[in-house]
C-alpha cells in the first residue's frame, strides 16, 4: 500500500479543487440570482424535458431532500415550474422556465470562464489527460461504492 502525504493524497486533492470550484462558482452564479447547485437541474432541464424530482436528484446525484429544497428555491425564483404527472398525480413534473432559458447563455458563460481560470497554464493535452484519469478514477469510485453498499446491504438483511 503507498504512503501518501498528506497534501499528496489524492483524495485531499480533489476535494480541496471541488470545494474551490463551487466558491468560485457561487461567486459568479450571485449576480444571476443563483447558487452553484442549480446548475445541473438548469442543465438537465434545458432540453423542454420535463422530469421528476426523483429523476432530477439521481442524475445530479443528491439526496431527495437536497433536492426538494434547490427545487422549492428554483421555483420561487421562477426559474422551473411543476406540474402534475399525468400517471400519478401525487407527483410533479419539473419544466425549465422562459426566465432561466433567458440567463442559461449568462450561467454557461460563468461555468466555461471559471473552467478556463482552474485550467489556466495547462496545455490541450494536459487537459484531456487530467479529464481521462478523473474519469477514470470516478469509475473506480463508483463501482467500489455500489461493491460496498450491496456488502452493507446483505450484510443487514435478516
Do not use: H
Request: proline residues 5%; charged residues 30%; hydrophobic residues 40%.
Amino acid at each position: 500500500m503507498r504512503r501518501w502525504a498528506q497534501r499528496e493524497r489524492p483524495g485531499y486533492l480533489i476535494n480541496r479543487a471541488a470545494r474551490l470550484l463551487l466558491r468560485l462558482g457561487d461567486i459568479r452564479f450571485r449576480p444571476l440570482g443563483l447558487g452553484v447547485a442549480s446548475f445541473p437541474v438548469l442543465s438537465m432541464l434545458r432540453t423542454g424535458q420535463k422530469l421528476s424530482q426523483k429523476d432530477l436528484a439521481l442524475c445530479a446525484r443528491i439526496e431527495q431532500p437536497s433536492m426538494a429544497q434547490l427545487l422549492s428555491r428554483l421555483e420561487r425564483d421562477g426559474m422551473i415550474k411543476r406540474s402534475p404527472e399525468p400517471a400519478d398525480g401525487r407527483s410533479s413534473l419539473i419544466s425549465i422556465t422562459r426566465k432561466a432559458l433567458g440567463i442559461l447563455p449568462e450561467i454557461d458563460a460563468a461555468v466555461d470562464a471559471g473552467n478556463e481560470l482552474a485550467l489556466a497554464g495547462m496545455s490541450d493535452d494536459e487537459v484531456k489527460t487530467m479529464i481521462d484519469l478523473l474519469q477514470r478514477l470516478i469509475g473506480n469510485l463508483e463501482r467500489a461504492t455500489e461493491r460496498e453498499q450491496a456488502a452493507v446491504d446483505r450484510a443487514e438483511e435478516p
